[in-house]
């Protein structure tokens, strides 16, 4: 089976996008976090519209947030199942990984996921397999290099030690569903609290892609809150959420939050019909 590597060149684009975002609106959040002046709206070229609570619905920013996550997610239910690029960079232990491009496939029910890596070179045809209510439970990765010719196909506990080393999250939470349901939890838990932005960015583009993008800030650091600033871009045709970055506070007074995880799912085929078949480790 061969996979194309095109693919990672296509995430040019986005960065280029989450750049010039992170450049106006992430230094309007490190100002007001240390009592600045805000930067003037007029600074930024992106359609912004900012939803803010009024004294009369007493509406938190967060709920047309909410509200658009689930709508979203109701479509997602509707998908059997899909293909894509997975993008991801991740904040582990302190050290902010390198870009890993990943042939992702998923089907919703049961559950599966399966996983090869496009790169970097060190991983390149690492495989993992995910199967809900199979393998007893465990992730099935087959690695590279001298581990590979040693030990061969691998079990291994998706949340214990060794699956999770370089991952944030385990292969059980993989994919935009999951994505989805974690956005509206968070977002439900915050809506608690006040210290919160919420401001819409419309006709923004991930790999071509025309998306909304909402963007959350938490001015002021709480232990309650997973992030100072998070972004959400949502497909406005098939209404998933096709990357999602996160940002923690500063590290020091004037500093620039500090990217703790990002993903990007690109070139999504929806709904293709994989069955059993489709769900198993490669040889070649």
Same mark, same amino acid.
């Given at each position: /089976? @061969? ?6 060149? /296509? ?7 989450? +750049? ?7 230094? =309007? ?38 509200? /658009?996550?689930? !709508? ?16 991801? !960079? ?8 390198? %870009? ?13 996921? %399966? ?12 495989? +993992? ?12 990765? @087959? ?6 010719? !040693? ?11 060794? +699956? ?12 935009? @569903?999951?994505? +989805?349901?974690?956005?509206? $939890? ?14 819409? %960015?419309?006709? =923004? ?5 025309? =998306? =909304?993008?909402? $963007? ?11 992030? #100072?600033?998070? !972004? ?11 990357? %999602? ?22 070139? /999504?085929?929806? #709904? #293709? ?10 040889? @070649?």
């Amino acid at each position: /089976m @061969k996979y194309g590597t095109s693919a990672k060149w /296509m995430v040019v684009p986005v960065l280029a996008a989450a +750049a010039s975002l992170q450049s106006t609106a992430l230094q =309007t959040a490190n100002a007001q976090q240390y009592g600045a002046a805000p930067q003037r709206q007029g600074q930024t070229q992106l359609r912004q519209q900012s939803q803010q609570a009024t004294p009369q619905a007493r509406q938190h920013p967060l709920e047309p947030a909410i509200q /658009m996550a689930k !709508r979203g997610l109701a479509d997602i239910e509707k998908i059997r199942d899909y293909e894509c690029t997975l993008v991801k !960079r991740e904040l582990i232990n302190g050290k902010l990984s390198g %870009y890993e491009y990943v042939y992702t496939r998923v089907r919703h029910r049961p559950f599966s996921v %399966y996983m090869y890596f496009l790169s970097p070179s060190g991983k390149k045809g690492q495989q +993992a397999l995910y199967i809900q209510g199979r393998n007893d439970g465990k992730l099935i990765a @087959k690695p590279v290099g001298i581990i590979q010719g !040693r030990i061969g196909q691998i079990s291994l506990d998706p949340k214990g030690w060794a +699956a999770m080393r370089d991952n944030r999250y385990p292969i059980t939470e993989v994919g935009v @569903k999951n994505l +989805a349901k974690r956005l509206i $939890e968070v977002a439900e838990h915050d809506k608690q609290f006040g210290e919160c932005n919420v401001k819409f %960015y419309n006709n =923004t583009k991930v790999n071509n892609r025309i =998306t =909304t993008c909402i $963007e959350v800030t938490h001015p002021v650091p709480r232990k309650t809150f997973r992030f #100072n600033v998070a !972004r959400i871009f949502i497909d406005d045709q098939t209404h998933v959420p096709v990357r %999602y970055e996160s940002y923690t506070w500063p590290q020091q007074r004037g500093g620039q939050p500090v990217l703790q995880e990002e993903y990007t799912y690109l070139n /999504m085929k929806l #709904n #293709n019909g994989f069955t059993d078949a489709d769900f198993v480790i490669r040889e @070649k």
